[in-house]
């Protein structure tokens, strides 16, 4: 009876506990930029968003894609031109890192959106990822491309460049921007996304302990 009266306590007490956790704990101790333009409306900040529908080339054609926030919340995306087409070492820190460390990387998602040329622009490096479980390959035709990849670097920082990886929230902010020729942009990239990860676990378990303590 004891056992029982303590289970019930624990469970009771746990969200409340999980709450004092989170709030003290590394996921709310760093904020995330939001890049783009925003604006005030007055009584909140109003960030940039990018969840565009385009349509990607594959041997039967146009086919329309979006970037759903069910089964991708939170992703990497980067834009590969033809004119960094012989440029490997762009993704030099992408591929070693999953040389040596996949399991750390197994299980986030990236997305590449590869300018269509002549021949077929996807690097030795980006095949090596296309095979990776969680890494799609688009391809799109230059007016398209550049359109998109405009859209999504929109009021970049200055020193940011167009091959950068950037880093996507699940309400389609734009997070973070990353070299990957280096090692230590990889790192940072899998700790934020990671963190982004905990934030939106934490925002649907508060969210779902409001709705059971509003019901009757």
């Known amino acids: 009876m004891k056992n029982k009266k303590w289970l019930l306590l624990l469970i009771i007490a746990f969200p409340s506990a999980f709450w004092i956790i989170l709030e003290l704990s590394t996921i709310n101790s760093k904020k995330l930029p939001f890049y783009g333009p925003k604006f005030f409306n007055g009584k909140d900040s109003i960030y940039y968003t990018v969840n565009p529908t385009f349509a990607t080339l594959n041997d039967t054609g146009l086919v329309p894609i979006s970037f759903s926030a069910e089964t991708q919340p939170i992703f990497g995306l980067m834009f590969v031109s033809q004119k960094f087409r012989k440029e490997g070492y762009r993704l030099e820190g992408l591929t ?98 990671k963190h982004l990860v905990l934030k939106e676990g934490k925002k649907q378990t508060t969210q779902q302990n409001e709705i059971k303590t509003t019901a009757p």
């Open 96 to 193: 070693e890192y999953l040389k040596y460390k996949k399991e750390k990387i197994d299980r986030l998602q990236f997305n590449f959106i590869a300018e269509y040329g002549v021949d077929i622009p996807v690097t030795d490096d980006l095949a090596f990822l296309k095979a990776h479980n969680n890494t799609k390959v688009y391809q799109l035709e230059t007016a398209r491309f550049d359109s998109l990849n405009t859209l999504f670097f929109k009021d970049k920082p200055y020193y940011i460049d167009y091959s950068f990886l950037m880093l996507i929230d699940k309400e389609r902010h734009i997070r973070g921007y990353y070299d990957l020729r280096y090692v230590a942009e990889v790192k940072r990239f899998i700790e934020e996304c």
